[in-house]
């Protein structure tokens, strides 16, 4: 499955590119993330637990982050195994400065299921992925307002 879009956030590319890179945050902003522990450098071991619609589950496995051009560009790389499948997903990620100190995010990959995800279909499946996509971002926001009133 095919996933795309793009958001604009208000904060630079450095800003969203530290908070990116920072596993703390990562964690708190992913969607259904539980816990994310460091394995290894830009690897980390992943418990998500996610709940949209028909599509309820607890996965495990690993998020890395390959690819890095500072300020720019990453790889997000998820690998994640539950009881009703497996998902694999790959999205790149571009950063273009915006005017007054915004950035755009345009993201474009991959995600590949099995077992009773792959089963559900890619018109519910690509429901839930738009659906993630929009939280990360939405808690990305609230994050970054946070963030500016405690720097007020």
């Known amino acids: 499955m095919k996933v795309s879009g793009s958001h604009t956030l208000n904060t630079t590319p450095v800003s969203f590119w530290n908070m990116v890179m920072d596993p703390e945050i990562l964690e708190k ?3 259904g993330v539980k816990e994310l522990k460091e394995k290894g450098e830009d690897t980390y071991h992943a418990i998500s637990e996610v709940k949209v619609g028909p599509v309820k ?4 496995g690993e998020l890395s982050i390959k690819d890095k051009v500072e300020n720019h560009s990453c790889v997000l790389v998820v690998d994640q195994k539950s009881k009703m499948g497996n998902v694999v997903a790959e999205i790149q990620m571009n950063l273009e400065p915006l005017p007054e100190g915004n950035t755009q995010i345009n993201y474009t990959g991959t995600a590949k299921m099995s077992g009773v995800l792959a089963r559900m279909g890619q018109r519910i499946m ?6 993630l996509s929009k939280q990360f971002f939405q808690a990305m ?3 970054i307002k946070e963030q500016q009133q405690t720097e007020s």
């Open 29 to 31: 902003i992913t969607p």
């Open 57 to 60: 589950g607890e996965f495990k």
């Open 126 to 131: 690509s429901g839930v992925v738009s659906t």
């Open 141 to 143: 926001e609230t994050h």
